[in-house]
């Protein structure tokens, strides 16, 4: 089972080649070492799931406003 570190230092790695973008560096990653999307939540690392955060709401994936009922912090937090 990979790691967290070796988990961020991988999609770290993708993102900085120009390759993809932090999410779907993410699923690259969890392919290549047979993970489940799903499981991967725990192997994300705080700025990972900053840089997460970031993109989905500048793509207007997540809702920021305060009335918002559901962020991806309180997704990560069911897992921890």
């Known amino acids: ?3 967290k570190k070796e988990f961020t230092e991988q999609v770290e790695r993708l993102c900085m080649s120009g390759k993809a973008d932090i999410m779907s560096a993410i699923l690259k990653v969890c392919e290549l070492n047979g993970i489940e999307p799903e499981g991967a939540k ?6 990972l ?3 997460l955060e970031a993109e989905a709401e500048s793509l ?5 406003e305060q009335s918002s009922r559901a962020s991806l912090s309180s997704f990560f937090a ?3």
């Open 1 to 3: 089972m990979i790691s």
């Open 42 to 47: 725990r192997l994300l690392s705080n700025p």
């Open 78 to 80: 069911t897992t921890e």
């Open 60 to 64: 207007k994936m997540i809702n920021r």
């Open 49 to 51: 799931k900053e840089k």
